[in-house]
């Protein structure tokens, strides 16, 4: 699959599945506009259980293209974080 096409189809999937609109929605409040893929399956009320990781493939690819922006994070298990915004 050619990469403009794959890109492509991520936006659509993003759109689609509501993530682009939650990322929005964490953007008007107060505080951290960051969130992770953690945060983003909790809000779209995802029952996957792999949906996180699912997400996060997706967001990293829209990342790789400046669709979006991230942010590596450090938490306190010493586990990285990658926080992305819109």
């Given at each position: 699959m050619p990469i403009?096409?794959?890109t492509g189809e991520c936006c659509c999937a993003a759109i689609e599945l509501g993530i682009l609109e939650v990322m929005a929605e964490a953007s008007k409040g107060e505080g951290s506009?960051?969130?992770t893929s953690e945060e983003i399956a909790e809000r779209l009320c995802a029952k996957n259980?792999?949906?996180p990781p699912l997400i996060e493939r997706l967001l990293r690819l829209l990342?790789?293209?400046s669709?979006?922006?991230?942010?590596?994070?450090?938490?306190?298990?010493?586990?990285h974080d990658f926080r992305t915004q819109r």
């Open positions: 403009s096409v794959a506009t960051l969130l259980p792999d949906a990342i790789s293209y669709i979006l922006t991230c942010s590596a994070t450090t938490n306190t298990n010493n586990n």
